[in-house]
């Protein structure tokens, strides 16, 4: 089995709701997703013969997904009242609302499923909330 591996980092802040801890209070990462992906066989004719897939067409989508995230608040949907949103959004802040409780294992599954979507043979996601701490999604 071949594997193929790259990551990409993005800085965001956010927080999580009903957490009794310090993490319930609104803080920042430099979080890195490092997707792995697999394939029995190498291509074997083409531009890619000899590849698993094309590394710079790999990590142009690794970055754009990490991208949609940088310099962002993320957050859970509907865990801040309304007037809280609207006033962070008369600022100006980039809010990005997503589905699932922002922790890192919940990202890893995203994450893996997004690039699962695009039609890669993904092996597992790595996402690190601090260089020392990650969460990991396969299946």
């Not at 490092?34 to 013969?49: D, F, L, N, P, Y």
Request: hydrophobic share 35%; net charge negative; proline share 1%.
């Amino acid at each position: 089995m071949y594997q193929l591996n790259t990551h990409a980092s993005f800085d965001s802040a956010h927080f999580l709701a009903g957490y009794e801890g310090k993490c319930r209070n609104l803080h920042g990462h430099r979080w890195k997703l490092s997707v792995t992906i697999q394939k029995e066989k190498v291509e074997e004719q083409g531009q890619t013969r000899g590849m698993v897939v094309d590394f710079g067409e790999l990590k142009d989508k690794v970055k754009e997904i990490a991208d949609e995230f940088d310099h962002a608040l993320i957050m859970e949907k509907d865990t801040l009242k309304t007037k809280t949103i609207e006033a962070l959004r008369e600022e100006d802040f980039r809010i990005i609302e997503v589905k699932f409780r922002p922790t890192a294992e919940n990202f890893a599954r995203y994450f893996y499923d997004r690039i699962k979507q695009d039609g890669y043979d993904v092996s597992y996601v790595e996402v690190y909330e601090t260089p020392n701490n990650c969460a990991i999604y396969g299946e």
